[in-house]
């Protein structure tokens, strides 16, 4: 069983550059989530999705910001007119619906927006 | 918002030691999470705790939900180098257990000296 795998692993942009990332979830877990993660800090929460259908928006989520997942199964983040602001490591993650909270988290994307 | 406070923030302890560390919020959860994070990886899921005064462990590590459902406990038995991480407790804020977003602590940097 593989486990969450993100790609790319790491990417560079320059300001104003739009980006998109992929996450592909444990095959079997129907929950999958985004958070992005600045150094020094936990995890915060950006979007969930149950299957296909978006649930849960953060209000760190802005316009630019926009995550798909159009058949229940990988899911994409994009990030629009990138910021300095926006340079973290953005964390997906996954779980089976009705097994408690547990989250399993891929390595993330390591973004730097120079 | 819900806020959880790790501490200490950071620990530098010689191996074989054994190490406490803990999580508190001002409001109840219903679950408590204990990851623990690599540089540059994804937060890896080491203990999950569902009940009031549940104490589960795994290997050296030994994790309690406290009694008032306000705090979490991390223990970890006779240290080794590979202990060396960034741990953090995670919980979904009150009322959010159907989403299971979770947010984090700002974690506790273990550093183990050989």
């Known amino acids: 069983d593989t486990g969450v795998s993100q790609d790319p692993r790491h990417k560079i942009t320059k300001r104003g550059q739009n980006v998109t990332f992929r996450c592909d979830p444990i095959s079997e877990h129907n929950r999958l989530y985004w958070y992005r993660q600045t150094l020094g800090q936990g995890p915060e929460f950006l979007t969930y999705f149950q299957n296909e259908a978006q649930l849960e928006k953060s209000r760190l989520l802005s316009d630019r910001f926009s995550a798909e997942r159009p058949k229940g199964s990988f899911s994409t983040l994009e990030i629009q007119r990138t910021e300095q602001g926006d340079s973290a490591m953005y964390l997906c993650?996954?779980?089976?619906?009705?097994?408690?909270?547990?989250?399993?988290f891929g390595p993330g994307t390591r973004l730097t927006v120079t | 918002g819900q806020q959880l406070n790790q501490s200490p923030q950071s620990m530098f302890i010689q191996e074989g030691e054994d190490v406490s560390m803990n999580c508190t919020s001002s409001?109840?959860?219903?679950?408590w999470l204990w990851y623990k994070q690599d540089p540059g990886e994804g937060p890896v899921l080491l203990i999950a705790l569902y009940k009031a005064g549940e104490l589960t462990s795994n290997g050296r590590l030994t994790a309690q939900f406290g009694i008032t459902r306000k705090d979490s406990f991390l223990n970890i038995s006779a240290s080794i180098p590979s202990d060396v991480g960034i741990y953090f407790c995670a919980g979904p804020p009150f009322g959010s257990s159907n989403t299971g977003k979770l947010i984090f602590g700002q974690g506790t940097t273990l550093q183990v000296k050989p």
């Open positions: 993650a996954s779980s089976p619906s009705g097994t408690g909270n547990e989250q399993y």
């Open positions: 409001s109840i959860f219903n679950t």
